[in-house]
């Protein structure tokens, strides 16, 4: 498993930005699948991107969302816009190495999550 520490969650006003950054090691980040998945209160975790390790593949759940890779600085970035407070939430970062996924249970390494709350 992967050791994955999420940053950059906070509290934002509808209409407003956010980055969360997830440092890993190169090795990860190149041959890894990244994602970042949201859990809302008595709600299951729901996928919201991922990116692959050559970087040339991503998946949005959400237009709004854009991941990126920063192999210089190893870290996965989730550059999220026009925040809604419905995006109130917890955001993990996720690693697998079974290629691009949006399932859950196809990641086998999690962040503690970071909390983003978007006010109305």
């Known amino acids: 498993q992967v050791e994955l520490v999420e940053s950059g969650g906070g509290l934002v006003q509808a209409g407003g930005s956010l980055r969360l950054s997830c440092p890993a090691s190169g090795r990860i980040l190149n041959t890894y699948t990244m994602g970042w998945f949201r859990q809302a209160p008595g709600k299951e975790r729901v996928f919201v991107a991922a990116?692959?390790?050559?970087?040339d593949d991503h998946d949005y759940a959400d237009s709004r969302v854009t991941m990126t890779t920063d192999k210089a600085k190893k870290t996965v970035t989730l550059q999220m816009t026009s925040l809604r407070p419905e995006d109130t939430a917890v955001y993990y970062c996720?690693?697998?190495?079974?290629?691009?996924?949006?399932?859950?249970?196809?990641?086998?390494?999690w962040g503690q999550g970071t909390q983003v709350t978007v006010s109305s």
């Open positions: 990116i692959t390790g050559r970087g």
């Open positions: 996720a690693a697998t190495g079974a290629g691009r996924t949006s399932q859950a249970q196809s990641y086998d390494s």
